[in-house]
């Protein structure tokens, strides 16, 4: 985890020092007179307590730099109900300032925070010295946020099955120990492991240590044929063997990438590692009904592990690949008919995920889902 050294916004103070409530007018004249109209010096000691309040406020938001009007709403709201919400100019300073910070923060990580302290400007006259706002961006990778889920989820944390298609695809492929297998993003091998005992050599490749040494451990005692690498695919310097894999898979890891190039990136390489007739099964969201993302639904689809894709785009990413599609099938509509665990759903996040209700959390169908979508290479 990163945090960015504290920025102190240009912004301050929003709320600047208000002027004393006007005395009454019958007082006006007499300066040896003390003042005894008690509503009036009611309105100044009401005005005088807000030297001695003292209010703060922390606002955590996901660095999208799409919700730039979402975040200087929640300061503006803040900042109004102390006092003076700012001058026009101030808010628009504001904006550029918290656009800038999300987009920085984005370009980093989607799992980027971008912290927002509203402090007292000058803490000795309590509200009455306005607000200063302090931001900070605090960077998590996504190999950082899945290693906390050990931690802080029950195992098994994908799920005790392997994916119903994953074996399919395998069980349709001959026999298993001519069958070599890569598993992209492999997690804790809830498909390696399987894939292993039917007698499939299998290399995995997994980002995040802690899921990697998992399948290392559970493979061991049963001496299962499972060779584990750390590693990003989309890292250039990853290389994969090429011509050698019958069978690629990659479960629940397209959902993660940043964008077309990404995706056109990892089809690259995974035609590469592939020998002729070889199947690759992969797992991503397609949109549906025609529907374009904007931005900002790209950009929470990113936040929110389910990074979104066009048919367009899926088409264009293995243009001029030596790559044809041979099916889509909708996921969780597959997964639930054939399942054979213990209880469904696998795990208490996977029908909403699936269904692409974490991004769009609507009863009605969501322009989205995740899809098997199997390829050969040719
Ligand atoms: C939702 S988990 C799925 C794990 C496993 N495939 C399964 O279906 O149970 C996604 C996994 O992909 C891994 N991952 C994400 N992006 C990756 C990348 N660029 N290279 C390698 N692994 C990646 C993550 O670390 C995580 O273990």
New binding site residues.
């Given amino acids: 985890m990163a945090v960015d050294p504290t920025t102190i916004s240009p912004i301050q103070p929003v709320n600047p020092v208000q002027p004393p409530p006007q005395p009454p007018s019958n007082n006006h004249n007499d300066d040896n007179q003390p003042i005894t109209d008690r509503d009036y010096l009611d309105k100044v000691v009401i005005q005088n307590t807000r030297k001695y309040t003292i209010a703060k406020a922390e606002f955590s938001v996901p660095c999208m730099p799409s919700m730039a009007d979402q975040a200087l709403k929640l300061l503006q709201d803040y900042c109004a109900v102390l006092g003076k919400p700012g001058t026009p100019e101030e808010q628009e300073k504001l904006k550029a300032f918290l656009t800038e910070k999300l987009s920085q923060g984005f370009k980093v990580s989607p799992h980027s925070r971008l912290v927002m302290m509203c402090v007292p400007a000058k803490p000795e006259v309590g509200l009455l010295g306005g607000v200063s706002i302090q931001t900070k961006v605090i960077s998590e990778s996504?190999?950082d946020k899945?290693t906390t889920w050990p931690k802080t989820r029950p195992d098994p944390?994908?799920?005790s099955e392997?994916?119903f298609k994953?074996m399919d695809v395998a069980a349709s492929l001959g026999e298993p120990s001519q069958v070599r297998v890569l598993?992209?993003?492999?997690?804790?091998?809830?498909?390696s492991l399987p894939l292993a005992r039917r007698g499939h050599p299998v290399h995995a490749?997994?980002?995040?240590p802690v899921?990697a040494q998992k399948l290392v451990d559970a493979a061991k005692p049963e001496n299962l044929p499972v060779e584990v690498a750390v590693?990003?695919?989309?890292?250039p310097l990853?290389r994969m063997q090429p011509y050698y894999y019958q069978y690629v898979?990659?479960?629940?890891?397209i959902?993660?990438?940043r964008d077309a190039q990404?995706l056109r990136l990892?089809f690259g390489k995974m035609s590469d590692a592939l020998v002729t007739g070889g199947k690759l099964l992969v797992?991503l969201f397609l949109t549906e009904g025609g529907y374009e993302p904007t931005d900002l639904v790209r950009e929470l689809g990113e936040v929110s592990?389910s990074s979104i894709f066009t048919p367009a785009e899926l088409r264009k990413s293995i243009e001029g690949l030596p790559l044809n599609i041979l099916t889509v099938e909708a996921a969780l509509e597959y997964e639930r008919q054939h399942y054979q665990g213990p209880s469904w759903p696998p795990t208490p996040w996977y029908e909403g995920w699936c269904s692409g209700r974490n991004l769009f959390p609507i009863d009605k169908k969501p322009p989205t889902q995740l899809y098997w979508v199997l390829m050969e290479r040719s």
């Fill in positions: 996504l190999s899945y944390l994908f799920g392997p994916d994953v598993d992209v993003g492999a997690g804790p091998g809830r498909n490749l997994e980002l995040t899921f590693g990003n695919v989309l890292d990853v898979v990659s479960s629940e890891v959902s993660h990438f990404e990892f797992s592990f």
